[in-house]
């Protein structure tokens, strides 16, 4: 059982967003950093409770490949015709709006 069972998890993600001064002006966008809320196992006979496991990195690791995939890999956001990227879709408006990237890479 989870330390707080029914609780929801809170979680911080990092995205670094490289720049460049031409067009695209986002080149890259790379999941930094995942963190989260303690993922501890517990178990209890009678009134004694003990932590079984800690899977908190588990999850963070997990969380930040899939993550990282989804921004980099994995198209799935209808965009102008298209399916892009979350990469993909930070370039096609970059490129279509020059003026909005030179704020984004400020």
Known sequence: ??????????????????CQPQVPY???????VVNT???????SIGAIKFKVDDLTSAVQNTAKSLLTH??????FIPFDGKTLTV??????????QTKGAAVLCA
Not at 26 to 32: E, H, K, N, P, Q
Not at 70 to 75: G, Q, V
């Open 26 to 32: 986002l080149s890259t966008a790379t999941v930094a």
């Open 1 to 18: 059982m989870c330390s707080d069972s029914g609780q929801n998890k809170n979680f911080d993600v990092e995205v670094t967003i490289q």
């Open 87 to 96: 990469v993909g879709l930070f370039e096609t408006v970059a490129e279509a």
């Open 37 to 43: 809320d303690d993922f501890v196992l517990t178990e």
């Open 70 to 75: 989804l921004f980099e890999a994995h198209a």
